[in-house]
Every structure is written in structure tokens, then in C-alpha cells.
């Protein structure tokens, strides 16, 4: 049944530029297998906005299109890419020291990646202590790196011709940080800005500058770039839309996938020890104590969102929960993930669940770009501003309202669903009815 109540969204016409801060192993990648897609007409695995089908009314009408073909997103087509990087030059450099794809597979799109030129990165390595930029901006004072930003947005969006823009954060981890005065509101934000205050990072000042030049921001890292009262409040008053933060790929999207199904059959949890292996530049990176704690945080709010101690402390109240991460060269992009989960059921009698999920960190987060930007740029014409709570389907720890974010995926993908639906005046499937 269609509701009258449709959202008025705006047509996705004309060019939209996706703008990357951090173009190394996840962005080549994205790069890469779009322009694949596009050459080859083959279907991008991995991005539910291009695959995934969504249900509409009763399952006996047998309505049930592809996402992109039933909400007005930007063709891949119209998508030109750019952004900023302290060491690559271009895409094409960027996706041979990143090693994911074969030679093979990046020939024939050499041309097309060599044409991607990153733009110089404004970068402190106080964050990120094990990374030199080389490509850095030459401004030092934080709101002239911010004007310099605006300026580069600018630049692109009349050079490339696009009628829209959004930005999504796939650069590294940064070192770990609590909110301080200076995050307080607008006004303290540019006054530290102003001041260079040593408690803004660089992922900050892209949000600044995305969201004062209107520009779509999603966080792909567990940096706190958007989970602050200055961000929202700008985001809200400029008119933006916002979401964050940390993409969902490889140990934490199996946690979301496992821990949900064991709370289902009320079977006890005593303990989860996980551990990673990864030889990429984001593993270099963690690799540091101060960039791993900032990761640690994100992924171990997880469990305790899903498993709900507080209602079923018999169950999950005591759960021993640890996370490692260790820098390993020889894995390169090839993350592999180590799993132990001992269980306990009827009578409490103990098990054992191990996994050993050996993943490619970048081709599982190369389509959740494409996603955020496609979707970002949706709620954008859909005339949101603010945090995009529907999309936390994307992210290990999920910017949400005062109730606190979801982390249940299968509630997530019906939730994101569930908006799809709403903006173009379908009913929610709540799967109560025998239809």
C-alpha cells in the first residue's frame, strides 16, 4: 500500500563528486571497482544500494526492486572521484603500493586511476605517529588549513562540473581523544580553530569544512570527528547531513552477525576473545598505542549493545571481552580475524564457537563507501540535516540519538529499509502481517 505522504526528493541530476580524505588502500579500491563496474557492466559486490532488492506492501504482490531502482540515487556513471592524501600521488600509484588488486586486474584501468590525483592533505602526525606526510598543505594555522579545504571543495566542484558533492573519511585511525572545551559549541570550535588549539584534529577540520561548504560527511574511522556537540550543531544549522563513525567490515561485522543469533536462543555468553592480523597501512598505524586504543573503544561497545547485560545478567552479565590488533607485513591488506567464544546452554553446560574469518579489509569497506555516498547524498536531496541514525547499518559504533545507538544488524538493515520505504510513501514492513 502507498501512503500520499512521500517525501519530495529532489532528482539525482548532473555530476556527483565523492571527495576522499585518505586515498590509499580503500579508496583506490572503491575507485577501482566502480570504473570496473562501469566498463564491464558487472554487478559491485558487496554494495547493497546496487544489489540489494527491497520488499514493498505484502509479499504476495510481489513488489520487490532493486534499491537503486526504486529510490532516485546518483547513477555510478555520474560520479567523479577525488580528495586529499599526504603520500599518494594518484589513484593509480596509491592502488600498487596498497597491493590489493593484481596487476591484472588494475591494466586496464591504469589510464583512468593515473587521472585521479590526490590533492595535498592537511595532516599532523601527532595523530597518526607512524606516517610522514609528504603531500601536505603549507598553511599551519588550523582555520587557514580549514579555508584551504573550502577552497579545494570549491575548486573541484566547478573543475569536475558537479551539481553535488559528499565527503567520506577513509583515512587513518587517529590517535585517541575525549571531547574538550573547545568542542563545546560553534563559537568554541572556531575559536580554536582560530587559536590552532592542540585538541582539534585534522578529521575535524574536513568535517569544518565539508559541512560550511554544504557537503554530505560520513566518518569511515573511530576518530572523533563528528560525535561532538560542535559538529552536530553546525550540521544542523548549515543543513547537512552527518554519520559516523567506523566502518563495519571484517571481526565486527561477524560479531553483529553471531552475537544477535545467540541472544536470540537465550544461550550465555561467559566469553568473546578476539584477535586481528593486518599488514596494511592502516595496521602500521594501529600499530601505535594511542591509534589503538581509539579502534579498541569502538569495537568493543559492540556486545554489551546487543547482548544486553542489564536484562539478562545470568546470560551476558559477566562477559570477558578482549580485543587485539597486531601489525603483521607480510598479510598486507589481507586481514585475517581469530575468533574464540565460549558459550554456555541448557543446564550451563559450556561450548565453544571459533571462527577464523580471513578477509580483505579494503573489498569489504570499497562498497560501504559507495553506499554512504550514494545514501548521504540521498538524504541530502531528501532535505536532512543532521545525524543520519538509518545508516548505522554501515558503522562498528554508530552515531544515534539520546537512546543510545543499535548495533544489531538485521535491526539496522530494517531500519534503513524501513526509511527508504517512508521517504517514497511505502509502508514499513514490520513482518507482523501473514502477507
Given at each position: 500500500m502507498t501512503d500520499s505522504t512521500a517525501r519530495?526528493?529532489?532528482?539525482?541530476?548532473?555530476?556527483?563528486?565523492?571527495?576522499?580524505?585518505?586515498?590509499?588502500?580503500?579508496?583506490?579500491?572503491?575507485?577501482?571497482?566502480?570504473?570496473?563496474?562501469?566498463?564491464?557492466?558487472?554487478?559491485?559486490?558487496?554494495?547493497?544500494?546496487?544489489?540489494?532488492?527491497?520488499?514493498?506492501?505484502?509479499?504476495?504482490?510481489?513488489?520487490?526492486?532493486?534499491?537503486?531502482?526504486?529510490?532516485?540515487?546518483?547513477?555510478?556513471?555520474?560520479?567523479?572521484?577525488?580528495?586529499?592524501?599526504?603520500?599518494?600521488?594518484?589513484?593509480?600509484?596509491?592502488?600498487?603500493?596498497?597491493?590489493v588488486m593484481t596487476p591484472e586486474d588494475l591494466a586496464p584501468l591504469s589510464g583512468e586511476l593515473e587521472g585521479v590525483v590526490a590533492m595535498d592533505a592537511v595532516f599532523d602526525q601527532r595523530w597518526v605517529s607512524r606516517i610522514t606526510g609528504v603531500r601536505v598543505k603549507e598553511q599551519t594555522n588550523k582555520m587557514d588549513q580549514a579555508q584551504a579545504l573550502m577552497e579545494d571543495i570549491e575548486r573541484f566542484r566547478v573543475e569536475n562540473e558537479c551539481d553535488r558533492l559528499v565527503m567520506v573519511w577513509c583515512a587513518s585511525t587517529e590517535a585517541y581523544q575525549e571531547p574538550s572545551a573547545v568542542h563545546a559549541s560553534i563559537e568554541s570550535f572556531e575559536q580554536g580553530l582560530r587559536d590552532s588549539d592542540d585538541n582539534i584534529a585534522p578529521s575535524q577540520i574536513y568535517a569544518y569544512a565539508a559541512i560550511m561548504n554544504g557537503v554530505p560527511f560520513a566518518n569511515g574511522a573511530p576518530n572523533l570527528t563528528l560525535d561532538l556537540p560542535c559538529i552536530v550543531e553546525l550540521a544542523e544549522r548549515e543543513g547537512v547531513p552527518i554519520c559516523g563513525k567506523d566502518f563495519k567490515t571484517g571481526q565486527t561485522l561477524m560479531k553483529t552477525l553471531i552475537s544477535p543469533g545467540l541472544k536470540s536462543r537465550m544461550l550465555g555468553v561467559r566469553g568473546w576473545y578476539s584477535t586481528n592480523i593486518l599488514g596494511n597501512r592502516d595496521g602500521e598505524v594501529l600499530d601505535a598505542p594511542e591509534n589503538f586504543m581509539t579502534k579498541e573503544s569502538s569495537k568493543l561497545g559492540v556486545l554489551d549493545t546487543i547482548l544486553q547485560p542489564e536484562v539478562y545478567p545470568n546470560l551476558y552479565g559477566d562477559i570477558e571481552h578482549k580485543v587485539r590488533i597486531d601489525y603483521y607485513p607480510p598479510r598486507g591488506d589481507d586481514k585475517e580475524g581469530w575468533d574464540n567464544i565460549d558459550i554456555f546452554g541448557w543446564l550451563g553446560y559450556p561450548m565453544q564457537i571459533k571462527i577464523n574469518f580471513l578477509c580483505r579489509d579494503s573489498i569489504l569497506a570499497a562498497p560501504i563507501v559507495l553506499d554512504l555516498a550514494l545514501f548521504m547524498d540521498l538524504a541530502s536531496r531528501a532535505g536532512e540535516s543532521g545525524v543520519q541514525e538509518w545508516l548505522s547499518f554501515y558503522f562498528k559504533a554508530p552515531q544515534a540519538g539520546p537512546a543510545g545507538p543499535e548495533h544489531d544488524i538485521f535491526i539496522q538493515q530494517t531500519k534503513l529499509k524501513n526509511t527508504l520505504r517512508e521517504w517514497m510513501g511505502e509502508q514499513p514492513v514490520t513482518h507482523s502481517e501473514a502477507g
Open positions: 519530495e526528493i529532489a532528482p539525482a541530476s548532473g555530476k556527483l563528486g565523492l571527495l576522499m580524505p585518505g586515498m590509499g588502500a580503500v579508496a583506490s579500491t572503491l575507485i577501482a571497482g566502480v570504473m570496473h563496474a562501469r566498463n564491464t557492466g558487472e554487478d559491485p559486490i558487496g554494495s547493497v544500494s546496487q544489489m540489494a532488492h527491497i520488499r514493498l506492501g505484502k509479499r504476495e504482490e510481489g513488489r520487490n526492486p532493486r534499491i537503486n531502482e526504486f529510490v532516485p540515487l546518483a547513477d555510478l556513471d555520474d560520479i567523479v572521484f577525488g580528495g586529499w592524501d599526504p603520500l599518494s600521488p594518484n589513484m593509480l600509484e596509491a592502488a600498487r603500493t596498497a597491493g
